[in-house]
């Protein structure tokens, strides 16, 4: 446990060193809440979410916490690779350290931002979306949003593992990205959807992490939507695991 948290500690220091970076992933999440949804609540009366309309604030808050998940994976896929190349990864397999403990070394590195950003994004809707549900957002936020967030890391890191340079992992954040997002119905609705984007957000994990987050704050609890975040969650690992188990221990970017 003790090498998990030394890695872990590693991880942050790294984040600490790219603050400039980071600060931009840290206000995206609140940038999003503040002028679209804000904006758009304005504009919008009402969106139907299975059949149920329900004020578009609401609706679309519970998109914030799943895009944190996602921009966690692609970040994972950029700190492994460069873990990898600067010796870390070397330094923690050769001190006997398992691809599941350093997994969870990414994981509670992640954690501190994914709570800041989720604590920023909370006490806005606060004050700026009427009748959020303080108590659910903030449970939300605290208990599921990071088991989300764990499941975009173990993926990012395996893509992470599998890639072996800048230019294809550049490439491969670039080409799916923006349509993993814009393809899940974060910020609109699937009612009325066109047939296409339908069967798109059918094959987008995303798409059933922000329907169960979605649920949760709305009071519409669906059993299915946790038992297939789960398996996301479940499946994820178990590719991390294995993908990391075959890493070479250095690579030398090309």
């Not at 840290?26 to 949804?37: D, K, R």
């Not at 549900?133 to 993926?155: D, G, R």
């Not at 094959?203 to 922000?210: D, E, G, K």
Request: overall charge positive; aromatic content about 10%; charged content about 10%.
């Amino acid at each position: 446990m003790r090498q998990t948290l030394v890695l872990a500690e590693m991880h942050l220091r790294s984040t600490w060193n790219w603050r400039p970076m980071y600060l931009g992933r840290l206000i995206e999440p609140v940038a999003y809440l503040a002028f679209m949804i804000v904006g758009l609540n304005t504009s919008v009366n009402g969106i139907t979410d299975h059949g149920q309309s329900v004020p578009y604030g609401l609706f679309a808050m519970p998109g914030i916490f799943a895009l944190l998940g996602a921009r966690a994976g692609i970040g994972a896929m950029t700190d492994f690779s460069n873990d990898r190349k600067w010796g870390v990864f070397a330094f923690a397999r050769s001190a006997n350290v398992s691809p599941g403990r350093y997994l969870v070394s990414l994981v509670l590195a992640a954690l501190p931002m994914c709570y800041i950003q989720c604590l920023l994004v909370t006490i806005l809707a606060v004050l700026v979306i009427p009748g959020t549900p303080v108590l659910t957002v903030s449970a939300v936020a605290c208990l599921v949003v990071p088991l989300i967030v764990a499941a975009w890391i173990c993926l990012g890191a395996a893509l992470g593992a599998a890639i072996q340079s800048y230019s294809q992992r550049d490439m491969v954040a670039s080409l799916t990205t923006l349509p993993l997002i814009l393809s899940a119905p974060l910020f609109f609705s699937m009612d009325g959807a066109p047939i296409y984007l339908k069967v798109l957000s059918w094959i987008n994990p995303l798409t059933y992490q922000v329907d169960f987050l979605r649920g949760l704050v709305l009071g519409r609890l669906q059993l299915v939507d946790a038992v297939i975040c789960l398996a996301i969650l479940v499946v994820s690992a178990a590719l991390g695991l294995i993908l990391l188990h075959k890493a070479e221990w250095l690579t030398v970017e090309r």
